[in-house]
């Protein structure tokens, strides 16, 4: 078991959503390894408690699990006033949760099913940012990471949906960098890349899994940026 109280991110407070599995579960783990104090949210709490438990055999911490649909915009405000309640400032924001669609020439879609794509991949982060920024605002060192994809850069032919959800992402995230600019607070993304993620099943279902990184392989980057001597500001880091 780690100390809670070291490690290059003790005394941090950090939330992660969509952490109950895949790369949000390994993310936090991450951060539990070097020390952070764990907001998890995922619309389940079965997988949270599970990940719980893996936490405290790290660290001892227990996490404050959330059980939230990104989609209920009043939850997520709520969000922010317990979470000011409890610690009064936010030191790390992962805005993990993502949703991929259906495949699909733009014209198949269903619109009730972009629009919950776009809910997730995108309001739901515009969501956090404005419960959140007060809090964020109050860390001496804030930071936040949106979780982007190459299928951000490039159309791809039947991506539609999760395509554009990601690049108004990256385009949310480097607005909200050009503002905080003179804070304290810095905004970068990170794209994992090709992991061995269930959503990447899902994309590539004839792809051998074991031909990728585990999502606990690739959680350097995710340290590295949520860490109070990282400076940089609108980037947009490659996992690997």
Same mark, same amino acid.
């Given at each position: 078991?780690?100390?809670?109280?070291?490690?290059?991110?003790?005394?941090?407070?950090?939330?992660?959503?969509?952490?109950?599995?895949?790369?949000?579960?390994?993310? =936090?783990?991450?951060?539990?390894?070097?020390?952070?104090?764990?907001?998890?949210?995922?619309?389940?709490?079965?997988?949270?408690?599970?990940?719980?438990?893996?936490?405290?055999?790290?660290?001892?911490?227990?996490?404050?699990?959330?059980?939230?649909?990104?989609?209920?915009?009043?939850?997520?405000?709520?969000?922010?006033?317990?979470?000011?309640?409890?610690?009064?400032?936010?030191?790390?924001?992962?805005?993990?949760?993502?949703?991929?669609?259906?495949?699909?020439?733009?014209?198949? @879609?269903?619109?009730?099913?972009?629009?919950?794509?776009?809910?997730?991949?995108?309001?739901?982060?515009?969501?956090? @940012?404005?419960?959140?920024?007060?809090?964020?605002?109050?860390?001496? =060192?804030?930071?936040?990471?949106?979780?982007?994809?190459?299928?951000?850069?490039?159309?791809?032919?039947?991506?539609?949906?999760?395509?554009?959800?990601? =690049?108004?992402?990256?385009?949310?995230?480097?607005?909200?960098?050009?503002?905080?600019?003179?804070?304290?607070?810095?905004?970068?993304?990170?794209?994992?890349?090709?992991?061995?993620?269930?959503?990447?099943?899902? =994309?590539?279902?004839?792809?051998?899994?074991?031909?990728?990184?585990?999502?606990?392989?690739?959680?350097?980057?995710?340290?590295?940026?949520?860490?109070?001597?990282?400076?940089?500001?609108?980037?947009?880091?490659?996992?690997?």
């Amino acid at each position: 078991m780690s100390q809670g109280n070291s490690g290059r991110l003790a005394g941090r407070i950090a939330l992660v959503t969509g952490a109950s599995r895949g790369l949000g579960a390994a993310i =936090a783990r991450a951060y539990a390894r070097e020390g952070a104090d764990l907001v998890l949210t995922a619309r389940t709490v079965g997988g949270l408690e599970e990940l719980d438990d893996e936490i405290r055999k790290i660290n001892g911490k227990t996490s404050l699990l959330v059980p939230l649909d990104l989609k209920d915009g009043e939850a997520v405000d709520r969000l922010g006033a317990a979470l000011y309640e409890r610690y009064g400032r936010l030191d790390v924001l992962v805005g993990n949760a993502g949703q991929l669609g259906t495949l699909s020439p733009l014209g198949h @879609i269903k619109p009730a099913e972009w629009q919950d794509v776009i809910d997730v991949n995108l309001t739901a982060n515009w969501r956090l @940012i404005r419960s959140l920024d007060p809090l964020l605002r109050q860390s001496p =060192a804030g930071r936040v990471i949106f979780v982007t994809s190459g299928a951000a850069r490039g159309p791809r032919a039947y991506w539609g949906t999760y395509a554009v959800s990601k =690049a108004a992402l990256e385009m949310l995230a480097g607005i909200y960098a050009r503002e905080v600019e003179q804070s304290n607070l810095r905004v970068n993304l990170i794209d994992p890349g090709r992991a061995r993620t269930r959503m990447r099943a899902r =994309a590539y279902p004839g792809e051998d899994p074991m031909s990728l990184k585990a999502p606990d392989e690739i959680t350097q980057a995710f340290v590295d940026l949520a860490s109070a001597d990282f400076s940089g500001n609108g980037q947009l880091v490659m996992a690997q």
